[in-house]
C-alpha cells in the first residue's frame, strides 16, 4: 500500500482523508483493521509513530497540527495505513504489508485549506528510484487579479538521506531558461511561478534530470477565498498499447536534448 503526504503550501493547511476499504470490489478484498502511522525522514533515518487504528470501511482525516508534536515542521509527514506496527526507527522505507490495487490506485484524499475554503485530490506516493528524472509540462497556471501560482514537486524515496538536486523551467516554445530551482528529496519543494513572467499562451516545461516528483500546481487568491489544486501525468500515461516506458525515454531525451 502506498504512502499519503500531509502537504504543504503558502497560506494553507494540510489533511489527509485516510480510507480503510479498496476502490474496486475486485482487489484487495481482505477487511481488516489497519495501524495509522506517520513517518518522516529525520538524522539520516526513518522515523515512525503509531497514531491509532482505522477499522474496516473507516475513514479519518488528520490535519498537521494532530502530528506537529511528533515532527517538526522543517519535515515532510507520509501517512500510512500498515497490517502490522511499524518499528519507530528503520534505514529503508518502511514496507506496510498490506495489500495493494492497481486499477485504480489505492488513494486517499489529499487537501489543503486556508481560512476560507478549502480544495483536494484523489492521490498516494509511492517510493521513487533516486535514478529517475522529471519531464512535464505546466498548463495550469491562473491568471486574474490577486491569482498565486505555485508548483510543488513532491517526492519519496525509499533511502532517508537526505539528498537535493535542481529543476529547470523553460518557456517551451521558444526552450528559454525561465529558471532555476534546488529541490529536496523526501519533501515537497514549492516554487512560486508568477516571478518568471509566463503568458496565457506559454506553456511551461519542467525538467529534473537526477530526482522525480509528482508535479502539483497550486492557485489561490491573496485572500484565500478561491484555492485551486492540479497535477500532471508521467508520459507514458499519455502512450497507448506496446512499450510505454520505452515511449516515455524517447520524450524525455527529445525534450531533454532540446534544452541543453
Excluded at 235 to 242: E, M, N, R, T
Aim: charged share 20%; proline share 7%.
Amino acid at each position: 500500500m502506498s504512502y499519503y503526504p500531509i502537504m504543504k503550501a503558502p497560506g494553507c493547511k494540510g489533511w489527509v482523508t485516510l480510507c480503510n476499504f479498496p476502490p474496486n470490489n475486485w482487489e484487495a478484498r481482505r477487511t481488516l483493521e489497519k495501524f495509522v502511522n506517520v513517518t518522516w525522514s529525520e538524522g539520516g533515518i526513518w522515523r515512525t509513530e503509531n497514531i491509532g487504528s482505522l477499522k474496516s470501511g473507516a475513514i479519518r482525516t488528520i490535519a498537521f497540527e494532530e502530528i506537529s508534536g511528533l515532527i517538526s515542521t522543517e519535515s515532510m509527514p507520509f501517512l500510512s495505513l500498515s497490517a502490522t506496527r511499524l518499528a519507530p526507527k528503520s534505514v529503508v522505507l518502511p514496507e506496510l504489508g498490506v495489500a495493494k490495487t492497481n486499477i485504480p490506485a489505492w488513494r486517499s484524499t489529499l487537501g489543503l485549506s486556508s481560512a476560507l475554503s478549502s480544495t483536494s485530490y484523489q492521490g498516494e506516493i509511492d517510493p521513487f528510484p533516486i535514478t529517475g528524472s522529471l519531464l512535464t509540462f505546466g498548463p495550469f497556471i491562473q491568471f486574474g487579479h490577486k491569482v498565486e501560482n505555485y508548483l510543488i514537486l513532491l517526492n519519496l524515496e525509499k533511502s532517508p538521506i537526505a539528498r537535493i538536486s535542481e529543476v529547470d523551467i523553460f518557456d517551451s516554445n521558444k526552450n528559454v531558461l525561465k529558471g532555476t530551482f534546488e529541490v529536496r528529496n523526501n519533501d515537497a519543494t514549492i516554487i512560486k511561478l508568477d516571478d518568471l513572467g509566463f503568458n496565457p499562451t506559454d506553456l511551461p516545461l519542467i525538467i529534473c534530470r537526477s530526482m522525480v516528483f509528482i508535479p502539483l500546481y497550486f492557485s489561490k487568491t491573496s485572500d484565500g477565498l478561491s484555492l485551486s489544486l492540479e497535477h500532471t501525468h508521467p508520459p507514458a500515461s499519455y502512450l497507448l498499447y506496446g512499450k510505454r516506458w520505452g515511449g516515455q525515454k524517447l520524450l524525455k531525451d527529445l525534450w531533454f536534448s532540446k534544452v541543453e
